[in-house]
């Protein structure tokens, strides 16, 4: 007989998170309690066909389902390239993942395991998964800024995903603070995307680089002398050693995320700001910072209030938010009659 935790595990509804990108598919066994229970990673066949793209999502769950502990399975979530439309799990037409093309991703997975699926776009996801169990967890209204190589943007109002009128609200990474800036890949000048991202901090280093010449600089010298090699968390090592371009970095670009995240305050009035990617751990340090900049620019008179905090997911969030999606509808009938993890 089972007993305690152990008879609690054998009722815990679980589900399989599932993060879709260029070069990969991760798929997790999670838990209700925002635990990763398993984990299992594969390439991707990103510039194959439809099918081999669906083949290699479907391996790689395979593949978890193989190593997981006995159990019953609630549902599928899974993180996909957008653009997409969340309400018929159809991926449009991702730049990163050329395979699929206004492909039903949703009702091909269902198809094939059975049981209840979800899609929405990495950001939406992960800011439903911080909600849930992560750094949002208490708050009613969540906004989850992503930087890494991109911006990506998540809302949560009131335990949902915010998506607007055609499923495409949410691309916060995209408002521009500079109708003068450079031009963006999606076709906008001066959005924050490209001047504030872990890609937009190491161009910028480069660029001061190249003109002020110094062969002493402390960010020269971890690029191996090479100014093309610099990088994002080489910005962040040379300014904790009290490099002078990397300082000139990281405070223009903390001015450019307090502007930003001003807009955002003022039209959304979030309960919290929450920071995931890459670049997070660069900046999380001077959050204190940012914050006080932050409120300078905001007309919201109340807004140091609001929290600025880390994510608890890295790189894991695509795992964890694909769960998260199917979590936020679960119900304890669909929790106790999904089908076995064994397939």
Request: glycine share 14%; aromatic share 4%.
């Amino acid at each position: 007989m089972m007993r305690g935790r152990e008879c609690y595990e054998s009722f815990m509804a679980r589900v399989i998170g599932v993060d879709v990108g260029g070069t990969k598919v991760a798929a997790g066994l999670v838990d209700e309690t925002g635990a990763i229970l398993a984990e299992h990673r594969a390439p991707m066949a990103a510039n194959g066909s439809a099918e081999q793209g669906l083949a290699a999502v479907a391996g790689a769950i395979d593949a978890l389902l193989r190593q997981s502990p006995p159990g019953s399975l609630a549902g599928i979530g899974i993180c996909a390239p957008g653009p997409l439309d969340p309400s018929t799990g159809v991926v449009l037409n991702p730049p990163n993942v050329p395979c699929w093309r206004n492909f039903p991703l949703l009702d091909q997975v269902a198809k094939i395991y059975g049981v209840p699926v979800k899609v929405d776009n990495d950001a939406n996801a992960a800011a439903l998964a911080e909600t849930l169990w992560g750094a949002g967890r208490g708050y009613r209204h969540v906004f989850l800024a992503t930087i890494g190589t991109g911006i990506g943007t998540g809302i949560v109002f009131d335990g949902r995903i915010y998506h607007g009128r055609t499923g495409a609200a949410g691309e916060g990474g995209h408002m521009s603070v500079d109708y003068r800036g450079p031009a963006c890949a999606c076709g906008k000048p001066g959005c924050i995307e490209v001047l504030a991202s872990g890609s937009a901090i190491a161009k910028r280093a480069r660029a001061k680089l190249a003109a002020q010449p110094n062969p002493n600089s402390c960010l020269l010298k971890l690029a191996g002398g090479e100014i093309d090699r610099v990088s994002s968390e080489m910005v962040g090592k040379a300014y904790a050693a009290g490099d002078p371009v990397a300082g000139e970095t990281i405070h223009e670009t903390l001015q450019l995320l307090a502007l930003w995240l001003s807009n955002v305050v003022d039209l959304l009035d979030p309960d919290v700001l929450i920071m995931g990617g890459g670049a997070s751990c660069l900046l999380q340090p001077l959050f204190a910072d940012l914050r006080a900049q932050l409120a300078d620019f905001c007309v919201n008179p109340r807004s140091s209030e609001i929290p600025l905090v880390i994510a608890r997911y890295g790189a894991e969030a695509g795992i964890a938010g694909g769960a998260a999606l199917c979590f936020a509808d679960l119900t304890p009938e669909t929790a106790e009659t999904g089908p076995s993890l064994r397939r």
